[in-house]
């Protein structure tokens, strides 16, 4: 509630400050957006006796975009408000601000003010250094959707790189499935008993910073991030006899580093990260290439194939655990190049060490100009009790999304 709160204030405070106009004025603003309607189709009954044993999970999404440009363009004002009602889970029935800023460009420098998403990294499997903004659990499990962060954003474009500066006031606490969902798993998580190391709570501000250049063809990337972790651990307590779960979130150190070569077919990806502060210090590691044929057999389909090593140091008893710190990630992205913008991407993810296999699989064509179909698809398989996918090992499904986009 307090973060909520904080919001809600941060909203009318930004807006007054602008002197933005009313909605009888609103010729200059910029209006798009998108709806979405979503079933998820569990082929398999849940592992656990707390999970429903849910077949089919339909569900409404809506992320309009209002844009209002001021002073010739150097000046926008974006306000991106995000909803989803869910039959099944109550959890991932909720609504967020994903966006709600304001943005100046000055001539080699931009400022933010207001709730941003930022989004770091290069590869594919794992995004390590993408350290800004809180998980949306409820979403994807992949990690992919982020909630808005308040923060200060400087960013300074000069011949020695470009320099990005953040203050990050407001911490988002990670959103969780509905104990009783499917993928949710076992664990009764009770989020109302949240812990900080921290005094401040949520309301400690982080700091981070990122240094970013382009050499011929290699990028590289620097960042710090001196925080609140958006990763919570879950400690156990004995609540009525019974035993829950409670998120608490370290303050921690992050250094990242992220390159990409260009060289002619193939792109060669690397994300590292050193931490501090779950345990003794750990590094984590993902690389690899994406390697994509052109015109196959004359045609216009391309075929990107995707490899890439993952390593991850951390100790799983005093930090969160991860499900990528022995494994290696192989896929391919298939790109038809047609009207309807037709895309596949295949990936599976593989613990050589426990045998445990992840595969996903995406797929997106246009249907009109307005209406875009996708089909996902997540399936466990070979899930061993010490692995962290253990608790969505009975929880494979197939996803169905019809986007309407105005």
């Known amino acids: 509630m307090k973060s909520r709160s904080f919001h809600v204030f941060l909203c009318l405070s930004l807006m007054g400050a602008l002197g933005l106009p009313s909605a009888a004025q609103a010729e200059p603003w910029d209006i798009s957006g998108e709806v979405s309607f979503e079933t998820r189709y569990f082929p398999t009954k849940p592992a656990f006796p707390n999970q429903k044993n849910t077949t089919l999970s339909p569900s409404v999404m809506m992320e309009p975009e209002f844009v209002y440009p001021l002073d010739n363009g150097n000046d926008r004002f974006t306000f991106t408000p995000f909803a989803r009602v869910d039959a099944n889970d109550e959890n991932r029935t909720h609504a967020d601000i994903r966006e709600l800023n304001w943005l100046h460009l000055g001539s080699t420098w931009d400022m933010t003010v207001g709730i941003s998403k930022v989004y770091w990294g290069v590869t594919e499997s794992a995004h390590l250094v993408d350290i800004i903004n809180q998980t ?43 104990n009783n969902a499917r993928l949710h798993g076992p664990l009764i998580i009770d989020t109302s008993q949240t812990t900080f190391e921290s005094g401040k709570k949520n309301r400690h501000v982080d700091w981070a910073v990122r240094w970013a250049q382009t050499f011929d063809n290699l990028d590289i ?92 140091g951390r100790d799983p008893k005093l930090a969160p655990p991860s499900i ?20 596949i991407l295949f990936g599976t993810l593989f613990d050589y060490r426990s045998d445990a296999l992840f595969i996903n699989l995406e797929a997106e064509r246009r249907l009109t100009n307005e209406l875009k179909l996708t089909l996902n698809s997540r399936f466990f398989m070979h899930i061993p009790p010490s692995d962290p996918l253990t608790f969505f090992r009975n929880d494979d499904f197939l996803e169905m999304k019809l986007h309407w986009y105005f």
């Open 324 to 343: 990528a710190n022995h494994d290696v990630f192989g896929g391919f992205r298939i790109t038809l190049n047609d009207t309807q913008d037709t895309a």
């Open 136 to 178: 949306d659990a409820v979403e994807d499990m992949t990690g992919e959707e982020k909630l808005g962060q308040p923060m200060v954003n400087l960013n300074l474009e000069q011949a020695w790189g470009t320099l990005n500066l953040f203050a990050l006031p407001g911490f988002r606490e990670r959103t969780f499935t509905a």
């Open 221 to 312: 990337a620097i960042s710090q991030f001196i925080g609140t972790s958006r990763e919570p651990r879950l400690l156990p307590q004995l609540q009525n006899n019974q035993q829950i779960f409670v998120p608490h979130y370290d303050q921690i150190s992050q250094t990242g580093l992220s390159l990409q070569l260009t060289t002619e077919n193939t792109l060669w990806k690397a994300e590292a990260i050193s931490r501090t502060g779950q345990g003794k210090r750990f590094y984590a590691t993902t690389a690899g290439l994406e390697h994509t044929l052109y015109g196959i057999a004359d045609s216009n389909i391309d075929i990107g194939v995707l490899f890439e090593h993952l390593y991850d």
